[in-house]
């Protein structure tokens, strides 16, 4: 895999709120994967990448940020809608 790639600040802020409100999401990845699943919490490993965990129907499932082209929240009334991650980055 490639070396890790910060994802935006801004973005970021949507997975910690993702998980904060337990929102079940659509994630779009960047290899064409979509999966469906609870955001539990973001994780920053040693080497800096950052991950975010998902409950899916089978398995928790460990996500690298920089692996995401979206997110959608699957609940009514969530606070945002589809969010785009996929861009430029940010430095941690």
């Known amino acids: 895999m490639k070396p890790y790639q910060a994802i935006d600040c801004g973005r970021y802020d949507y997975l910690e709120l993702a998980c904060i409100r337990g929102y079940p999401l659509k994630i779009e990845l960047l290899q064409g994967e979509i999966l469906h699943g609870k955001a539990l919490i973001t ?3 040693p080497d800096k ?10 398995s928790n499932r460990a996500i690298r940020m920089d692996q995401l082209l979206a997110i959608t929240p699957e609940q009514e009334g969530a606070e945002f ?7 430029a980055g940010c430095e941690i």
């Not at 990448?49 to 089978?58: F, I």
């Open 43 to 45: 994780e920053t490993r």
């Open 49 to 58: 990448s950052e991950w975010l965990l998902v409950q899916t129907a089978t």
């Open 81 to 87: 809608g589809r969010v785009l991650i996929a861009s």
